[in-house]
């Protein structure tokens, strides 16, 4: 058998995209897959399907603020969240952020985990603005990116070239189904497999015939 194809479509905006990117980089060391990250914009899919933010309905948004805080505890990974982070992130555009991201997929895709995880540590671990470009530079600092690459990402941001990409992923991610994110394609017997959220990807193991072990699996030690 070959190694199955399996994209995550994700926005640094998204709390629950940081659950399923930490699973699947975990993951992609014990199954057998080729993950690929596919930075899109999550305002784009919202607009595009008509959906909104879950936390728009109140008493969603209550049940969110829990489910979270559960979530971050179970998978180990240190998402904050507090009732007024809902207008915060109303109130924050991840665009600048998702354009430098892509522009490093598209000149050195090997940094794109580094660079991701720590834009959503400075986000929703640290509750910093990251629509600001001192943020920006912040986060390219601590992922261990040179100056000179962070300049060049900087410029490339609104480059045609850079602001392309990122819609085009984002329509991908539409034409495989995606209403909100993390949404996560398994190409696996021939066709595109799409499960929405974090919360999925025990069902995503069975699909492609992977064993579950939990969202902090322990990696088997070697048969001597």
């Known amino acids: 058998m070959g190694r199955t194809l399996v994209e995550l479509f994700y926005d640094v905006v998204s709390p629950y995209s940081w659950l399923g990117f930490e699973v699947l980089c975990r993951y ?3 199954w057998n897959i080729d993950l690929r990250l596919r930075p899109a914009f999550l305002g784009g899919i919202m607009q595009a399907t008509g959906n909104k933010p879950p936390a728009m309905l109140p008493k969603r ?12 505890k179970y998978y180990q ?5 507090s009732e007024g982070d ?14 430098f991201i892509t522009a490093m997929d598209m000149t050195q895709p090997g940094y794109l985990e580094p660079l991701s995880r720590e834009f959503w540590i400075r986000f929703w671990s640290q509750c910093e603005d990251i629509s600001q470009p001192e943020n920006i530079l912040a ?11 962070t300049q060049k990402l900087l410029e490339m941001i609104s480059s045609p070239a850079v602001k392309n990409r990122l819609r085009e992923t984002t329509e991908e991610a539409i034409k495989h189904g995606a209403f909100g994110m993390p949404a996560v394609v398994a190409h696996f017997n021939g066709e595109p497999h799409l499960f929405f ?9 069975s699909v492609i015939g992977e064993k579950w072990l939990g969202p902090v699996p322990s990696v088997p030690s070697p048969k001597m």
């Open 139 to 149: 986060v390219a600092r601590q992922a261990g990116l040179s100056s000179e690459l």
């Open 197 to 205: 959220g974090s919360d999925r990807l025990e069902l995503l193991g």
């Open 61 to 72: 948004g209550e049940y969110m603020l829990k489910d979270i805080q559960r979530m971050a």
């Open 86 to 99: 809902f207008q915060r992130i109303f109130g924050t555009s991840t665009l600048g952020a998702m354009r």
């Open 77 to 81: 990974v240190p998402v904050k969240i």
């Open 28 to 30: 992609q060391h014990i």
